[in-house]
């Protein structure tokens, strides 16, 4: 009799998993079972609804410093599944691909409908069944197979695979198997500061800006800013709320961001500051324009200092000059809260990477039970790095699987 296996999760992972399988293994009986109404949500909606499929680094040793969490363990992961496989995975099945400046890769169509139908139609045509509104509520082995109890039915498989994301219900049933989880808390997310000084500014970015936080001094990132209405975002903003989700959680997200608004070099700020006092001591510091900013941002920033409009290089002093290096490179904002991008938003945490085979994704000390996607304890920045990690460990999966039949 051929084999079963439940996949739970509809997302990513969960697809790519059913399909790599399917094609390995067609004697394979395989069913996705999707908690809620709607299919590959983050795909939908991921790339401000391109879909980030992929990134163009290649060289796992390289690729690998995206992921705060799960970069020893992706090591030998990408040796296997590669981002270029990625590409000429989507590519043989149809999807044209285009890679951004940036090293991002989304579809030719920039619409994340097409990695959409990629995905559902090559399940359906593989016969794979797809249950929606199916949520696990309980998850048993016994006699040699994997029971799943949801709200309506009773099911049993001779594999289980879970690809569901984290949230409080699988983390319930994790726990009850005694499968080592650590507790989830957001990633990549936003910082809020209700009522900041630059709240007419909203919409004005830079392009290379420098932040830290001041109770977690140990880690800059830069790259592009962006003030917004609640408070700071941008790449450089993510990425530091990535690094430091753990850390940022322990401080119940009440901290002091320092901005340095073009990575500027102390000395040389300095040396070009004191320049301006000596060859143009008559021009006003307001009218100053080799700092490299949008001129409302460098305004706002000026009249923050307290300084006369009308105020000339020669009359500021050594004093005048501290106060122009200190707004320019050690801007700080009082942070209380953070925001999300809902269904996108990422989460630091999950299922204990010690207690995966990075060889198979099976977890260790449960016979035929395997994890992947956003479930482990994988996560990265911003650039098509999280789907990466779910297309190789589900490859992976489905390699295993094909070795086993």
């Given at each position: ?88 995975w989507f590519t043989k099945h149809g999807v044209n691909l285009k890679t951004e ?54 099911e049993s498989s001779d594999i289980a695979i879970l690809a569901t994301g984290i ?17 989830p808390v957001p990633s990549l997310f936003t910082f809020n500061s209700k009522n ?210």
């Open positions: 009799m051929p084999k079963t296996i439940s996949i739970i999760g509809g997302g990513a992972a969960g697809f790519f998993s059913a399909i790599n399988i399917a094609k390995k293994n067609p004697s394979y009986r395989i069913t996705i079972y999707e908690a809620s109404n709607n299919l590959l949500s983050k795909v939908l909606i991921s790339g401000g609804g391109r879909c980030n499929v992929t990134n163009t680094i290649s060289d796992p040793k390289v690729l690998v410093n995206n992921y705060p969490r799960g970069f020893d363990f992706l090591g030998s992961v990408f040796n296997k599944f590669t981002t270029l496989d990625t590409q000429k400046s940036d090293g991002r890769v989304f579809p030719a169509t920039d619409s994340s409908e097409t990695i959409y139908k990629c995905l559902y139609q090559n399940c359906i045509e593989l016969g794979v069944n797809i249950k929606l509104k199916h949520r696990l509520i309980d998850l048993t082995f016994n006699q040699g197979r994997w029971h799943l109890k949801f709200k309506e039915q009773h949230n409080s219900g699988i983390i319930r049933l994790l726990e009850k198997l005694s499968i080592p989880i650590i507790q900041h000084k630059q709240l007419n500014l909203s919409g004005i970015s830079v392009s290379n800006a420098l932040v830290s936080i001041n109770e977690l001094p140990n880690r800059t990132e830069n790259g592009s800013l962006l003030i917004t209405h609640w408070g700071y975002s941008g790449p450089s903003i993510l990425k530091l709320s990535s690094w430091l989700a753990f850390d940022i959680e322990k401080l119940n997200y009440d901290f002091n961001l320092s901005i340095n608004w073009n990575s500027y070099d102390l000395k040389s700020l300095e040396k070009r500051l004191f320049l301006n006092v000596i060859n143009n001591p008559k021009q006003k510091v307001r009218n100053w324009n080799e700092h490299g900013l949008p001129k409302r941002l460098w305004q706002q920033l000026f009249d923050s200092t307290g300084f006369k409009d009308y105020v000339n290089w020669s009359e500021i002093g050594k004093k005048g000059i501290d106060k122009l290096i200190s707004i320019l490179t050690k801007y700080e904002v009082r942070i209380l809260g953070k925001t999300t991008y809902k269904e996108e938003f990422v989460t630091a945490g999950g299922i204990n990477l010690g207690a995966v085979d990075v060889n198979s994704f099976s977890i260790k000390n449960h016979s035929n039970l395997y994890a992947v996607g956003e479930l482990l304890n994988i996560d990265a920045v911003t650039g098509g790095f999280n789907f990466q990690a779910a297309w190789s460990g589900a490859y992976i999966l489905s390699e295993h699987l094909s070795n086993m039949h």
